[in-house]
């Protein structure tokens, strides 16, 4: 009986161990979550559009996926990132890229100021300078909303 027991005990520290590593692995950098945020936009918006057969209009149209990329999303309703709404995806290949396009379809709030990482249409991440992205291409009855404030309490 205190085989059993100690089983579960067992199973925590090995899955303690494992979850630690060795350190080899750095922390994030801000940029990389960007990146790691627009790629997950770029997943809501495939995902959204394999399912409904059309682009989303508006963030609520996101709700439903939001657990699928919860970053992405959150990111989106903080207004960190910026979608082109109503902006169809050229293919829903799982991987990005299978399809050249110089539209945009996401980016980082500070993009136009200073430049940055921009989500193509394909799905693939760019960085460009504010002149760069002021000078590239919206896709065709594409939208740009940012996110409301939330309200204060």
Known sequence: MSRSRSWPALCALAL?????????????????????????????????????????????????????SANGYEALRRGDIVLLYNARLPDLAEEPGQTETPEILAYAKQVPVSGGPVLMLNRKIRTMTPEEFKAAPRPAGAKEETAEPAAKK
Not at 27 to 34: D, G, N, S
Not at 51 to 57: D, G, R, V
């Open 16 to 68: 303690l161990a494992v979850g630690c590593g060795d350190g080899t692995n750095p922390p994030i950098t801000p940029e990389q979550a960007v990146e790691h945020n627009l790629t997950q936009v770029g997943e809501l918006c495939r995902n959204y559009q394999f399912t409904k057969k059309k682009p989303p209009e508006k963030l609520s149209d996101l709700r439903l996926l939001q657990t699928m």
